[in-house]
């Protein structure tokens, strides 16, 4: 049966909390008449989550062991047969009812996101660190990203599945397909969310994902337009390179070393960067 959203729970290790959030996701689309299904992704949990789940009366999906948040994501979207894709978080920081809120876009836009304007439970480091990452996805992008991996979206599906294979399988998910959007164009909204406190411990390492997470945004952004990525690191070795050969012939008359293999270098890193540019410009056109 086709309906026009499927709801993506992905689950791993949430035992004390996804029966009341299941209970309470399937009321609210029993009173907002929501045409939407739902579809439970259990991601090799090591506790008993597949188990509560299933007392909601649902069919749940469940991978044999942990695959990742984004693995999960994917499983969801394969058997999903909505139109739109809408995934929201089970450990009880979303509310059912602000689906609403996001799907009012849809169709007008390709990917709604619920930023939230608070996250409760956050520690400092981990604010920091999502701080950094917006202002460096920004920058790549050239879009004020509000909010750069919320758990809470609606996506189009067919834009999911153009891309699927480019998204990875962790935390990270969320991540990239909000750079892809950007880069390549498709419209999006955000909209303001509050959100509740996690119940449980977070999935996330906050050193091994932080640097996961610049990593990938680099290498999305070098798919689309990486220039951004070269062009910077060529100004700052052409720059060190000119002022070290200024230093050399103010001082002793004579040229560096290291200022011919600074400029060199920030020569051949800019033309790295243009051919790739064209590239992934004829990629796009092909595509």
Known sequence: MTVKYSIIVPVYNEEGVIARFLKDLK?????????????VVDDGSSDNSSREAAKSGLNIITHPYNKGYGAAL?????????????????????RP??????????????MIVGARLSDKGATFSRKVAKRILRAL???????????LNSGFRVIRRSLLMKYLDYLPNAF????????????????????PIE???????????????????IILIIRTTMLFTPLKVFLPISL????????????GLATSFDIFDSSVFLITTSILIFFFGFLSDQISTLRRVRE
């Open 137 to 147: 996805a920004t920058y790549l992008s050239e879009s004020d990203i509000l909010d």
């Open 195 to 213: 959100v509740e406190k996690r119940v449980g411990k977070s999935k996330i390492d906050p050193m091994a994902d932080f640097t996961r997470f």
């Open 236 to 247: 700052v070795l052409g720059i060190l390179g000119l002022i070290d050969l200024s230093y």
């Open 97 to 110: 009812e602000d689906i609403l809120k996001l799907v009012e876009g849809a169709g007008k836009y390709d």
């Open 27 to 39: 009321k609210f689309l029993e009173t907002s008449k929501l045409d939407a299904e739902i579809i």
């Open 172 to 191: 990270s998910f969320t991540t990239t397909i909000t750079v892809i959007c950007v880069k390549s164009g498709f419209n999006m909204k955000y909209v």
């Open 74 to 94: 994917k499983t969801g979207i394969r058997a999903a047969s909505g139109r739109f894709i809408v995934t929201i978080d089970g450990d009880g920081q979303h």
